[in-house]
């Protein structure tokens, strides 16, 4: 009883703040009355809370993911810094020498491998490249005093300990340069206007394979510092390919916008319309460019846009080039950055030759503009990165033939 009570004071609660509610407008010496029924206002509110609770809901997950990449970054550096203390390297080499230039060995495959696949020729001399005396880490001094220690109790392992301190300083290095080139990637995916933790979670997570081992014998697992590494490269790899997704090149080559994104007048009912694409304007049979990799989920006709091309760039990014007159790309065909698609026209609901650019995310049209104004230092971020997959592909290529 005392529920069905308290229900029916909230419903009356409800009722009173949404009711009926009636605005005047004077114009040019008229009234006008609208009115706003309080079953809209209901639907109003419950859209914005559902949104509202679907953003907090979004937001949480977002934080308790960072929160637990951040507690487990922290306990791979602890577990580092043992592995590479002084005492524990001392016992192991007291344990068997044999043992340690096997695992030695080991080691040096897989650093090649994570090399191979992920970096090729050019992060390779980045990271021997010289540094500067200040650059130099607390591991990095912690790894000549664990050389010296080794070398003293153990004369005969002295090169094997030089071998060691070398690895564990390149595999370092190399995790600097991968953490340096991520953060260059999250800083021009950004300047898109996309949050590139959400773009690279969505990258890795519909992954999959059968489980094959570094080493086949391990039965604790991968090195900390070249799981470390394993994690740098991987997220290095993850926001480059990203980037590299993302379209930022001119769809044509021509300059002349005839209409932007937005709100506008309708050119054939006159009307007020939401247009969700950008128009060029140029001559009849113009070549038409994808404007970033991807591969080809339509190319055919499309109600109002006549003859179209979608573009799928991976993380729910896609590209819509409408109006063509020619079409010279197939469903499902690869594509890459400048490649000409179709050909300008005025197909579909057009009033005069041109071509309609669209930029989706999730399914959703956002502006073009920001992804055809990026500045200099975005477009060399991106061909960095570019390069480096080319370098990376090349060299997997050549060690295969050999």
């Known amino acids: 009883m005392q529920n069905q009570k308290t229900k029916l004071g909230l419903m009356a609660r409800l009722d009173h703040m949404f009711t009926d509610r009636e605005f005047f407008m004077r114009s040019h010496g008229q009234v006008r009355f609208l009115t706003i029924s309080a079953k809209l206002q209901k639907r109003a509110a419950l859209f ?72 090729g020729s050019e992060m390779s001399s980045e990271s021997d490249a010289p ?33 060691e301190a070398r690895q564990i300083a390149f595999a370092h290095r190399l995790t600097r340069a991968a953490d340096k080139r991520t953060a260059a990637a999250e800083a021009a995916i950004r300047k898109f206007g996309l949050n590139p933790d959400k773009l690279a979670l969505a990258s890795v997570q519909n992954v999959g394979g059968p489980l094959i ?40 080559d021509v300059m002349m916008m005839s209409s932007n994104y937005g709100y506008r007048r309708d050119p054939i009912t006159g009307g007020g319309a939401m247009h969700s694409g950008i128009d060029f304007k140029g001559p009849h049979g113009q070549p038409i460019l994808a404007a970033a990799n991807g591969i080809v989920s339509h190319s055919g006709w499309k109600s109002g846009y006549g003859k179209t091309v979608e573009i799928t760039h991976g993380n729910g990014l896609m590209t ?65 990165a570019r390069q480096r997959a080319i370098s990376s592909a090349q060299s997997g290529a050549s060690r295969g033939q050999k």
């Open 48 to 119: 914005v809370g559902a949104a509202l609770g679907l953003w907090l809901v979004i937001t949480l997950a977002m934080m308790v993911n960072q929160l637990t990449v951040s507690s487990e970054r922290m306990a791979l550096a602890e577990k580092e810094a043992a592995v590479n203390s002084s005492e524990n390297r001392v016992a192991a080499y007291k344990d068997s020498i044999d043992d340690v230039a096997e695992d030695l060995g080991k080691r040096q495959d897989v650093l090649d491998q994570m090399t191979e696949k992920f970096v």
């Open 213 to 252: 081992p570094f080493f086949e014998n391990d039965k604790e697992g991968l090195h900390p510092t070249l799981e470390r590494l394993n994690n740098a490269l991987q997220r290095m790899d993850a926001l480059e390919q990203t980037l590299l997704a993302i379209p930022s090149a001119m769809p044509a």
């Open 131 to 163: 540094r500067d005396a200040d650059e130099k880490t607390q591991s990095d001094k912690q790894l000549s005093d664990n050389t010296k220690k080794i070398s003293a109790a153990f004369p005969e392992a002295a090169q094997l300990a030089e071998l």
């Open 320 to 384: 819509r080039y409408a109006h063509l007159s020619r079409l010279n790309v197939t469903t499902g065909q690869k594509v890459t950055q400048g490649l000409q698609v179709g050909a300008m026209g005025s197909t579909g609901r057009s009033t005069g030759t041109h071509l309609h650019f669209e930029v989706r995310l999730d399914g959703r049209a956002i502006n073009p503009r920001p992804f055809l104004e990026t500045n200099t230092d975005v477009l060399k971020v991106k061909a960095n």
